[in-house]
C-alpha cells in the first residue's frame, strides 16, 4: 500500500492531525506538543505549495542549484518557512498582514524549543499560539487555493475548527473591525456557516476568506427549494429569487419584511414596489414611471411585457 500525497494535501494532513491532538490535548498533555510540530509543518508545506503554484524552482534554496528532476523526486535543500514568506511577498507579491507574520513567528519559535531545547510553557498558553496561527492560515488557503472546496481533508479541517469555540474567539478578534467598518450588504456563508460574513459587493467572507462568483452560487444554491415551484427561496427576510432585471441573472432576492430588492450577481439594490414581472410569461421589468416599464405597462390586473400585449 503506497502513501501519496502532493505538497499542499501534505501540509493539510499536518494541520488536520494538530486539530485531533489538539482535541487530545485536555485528557492528555503531550499532545499539545505534537500539535504544535504539526501545525509548524503544515504551514511551512502549505506556503510551499502556494509558491510552487507560481514556479517549482521557488521552493529550492538556491534557485541556482534548481533541476526539475530533483524536484520530482523531493531530493533538494528545500527553503525554510521564513525563506517562503519573503518569497510569497516579494516574488509572488501576496499581502501577508505584519499579524500574520508575528503570529507564524511565535509558532515557528515555540516550535524549536520543542524539538531543540525542551519546553516549559503554560498548556493554555500553546493552546493560544496554536488557534492564533490557525486563524490566519486557514483563510489564506481559502484566498489562495480557490479549488480547495473539493478537497476532503480541508472539509474536515474547516469542520473541526468551526466546533471549536476558541478558534471562532480568535477569528473573530482578528476581523472585528472589518465587520464594524464595512456597512456594505452581507449575507451568510455557505461555506463556514458564519451569520452575516459574506461582503456581497465583496464577494468575499470576511471569516473564511471563501469567495468569488461560486460564493454567491452557493449560498443561492442553499437556499433556494429546488424541489418546489421556481422562484421559491427562504432565507431569513428573504422569500423570492427572481431573474434581475439589470442583469438577467436568477441571482434578485427580494424581502418580505424590507421595502427593497437586492440582485447577488450585479449587485444592484431598488425598492421592491420597482420590480415588474408580466403576468403571463414572467420576464422581469423595472418600473420607470406610475404604470410604465420599460418594456411593458401596467393594466388594471397587473403588469404585462409589450410582447404579451402585442400577441393578445
Not at 160 to 168: R, W
Not at 212 to 229: H, P, R, S, T, V
Request: proline share 2%.
Amino acid at each position: 500500500m503506497e502513501l501519496q500525497l502532493n505538497v499542499l494535501d501534505n501540509g493539510l494532513d499536518f494541520i488536520n492531525k494538530c486539530l485531533y491532538e489538539l482535541e487530545d490535548s485536555t485528557d492528555h498533555a503531550p499532545s499539545i506538543k505534537y500539535a504544535v510540530l504539526h501545525l509548524n509543518a503544515g504551514i511551512e508545506l502549505i506556503f510551499k505549495a502556494r509558491l510552487s503554484n507560481d514556479h517549482w524552482a521557488f521552493v529550492f534554496e538556491d534557485l541556482n542549484k534548481a533541476k526539475y528532476d530533483s524536484y520530482i523526486e523531493g531530493d533538494f535543500k528545500s527553503i525554510n518557512l521564513d525563506t517562503a514568506l519573503s518569497r510569497l511577498q516579494h516574488i509572488c507579491k501576496i499581502s501577508i498582514s505584519e499579524q500574520f507574520i508575528s503570529s507564524i513567528d511565535r509558532l515557528k519559535k515555540t516550535r524549536n524549543r520543542i524539538e531543540h531545547f525542551q519546553i516549559n510553557e503554560n498548556h493554555y498558553q500553546l493552546r493560544a499560539i496554536i488557534y492564533d496561527s490557525l486563524s490566519y492560515i486557514v483563510p489564506f488557503i481559502n484566498r489562495e487555493f480557490p479549488k480547495i472546496y473539493g478537497n476532503s481533508t480541508f472539509n474536515e479541517i474547516s469542520k473541526l475548527l468551526h466546533s471549536q469555540e476558541n478558534y471562532l474567539c480568535e477569528r473573530y478578534k482578528r476581523i472585528k473591525n472589518e465587520l464594524t467598518s464595512n456597512h456594505s450588504f452581507k449575507i451568510d456563508c455557505p461555506q463556514c456557516n458564519q451569520e452575516h460574513t459574506l461582503d456581497v459587493d465583496e464577494e468575499i467572507c470576511i471569516f473564511c476568506n471563501y469567495g468569488g462568483n461560486l460564493a454567491i452560487n452557493d449560498f443561492i444554491y442553499k437556499y433556494a427549494d429546488l424541489d418546489k415551484e421556481a422562484g421559491t427561496f427562504t432565507y431569513k427576510e428573504f422569500d423570492s429569487l427572481k431573474y434581475c432585471p439589470f442583469c438577467h441573472n436568477e441571482s434578485l432576492i427580494i424581502s418580505s419584511s424590507e421595502e427593497y430588492c437586492k440582485c447577488l450577481t450585479c449587485k444592484t439594490q431598488f425598492e421592491k414596489e420597482k420590480f415588474l414581472e408580466c403576468e403571463y410569461c414572467k420576464q422581469v421589468d423595472i418600473l420607470i414611471d406610475e404604470d410604465t416599464g420599460e418594456n411593458g405597462e401596467i393594466i388594471e390586473s397587473g403588469y404585462y411585457c409589450y410582447h404579451c400585449l402585442m400577441g393578445d
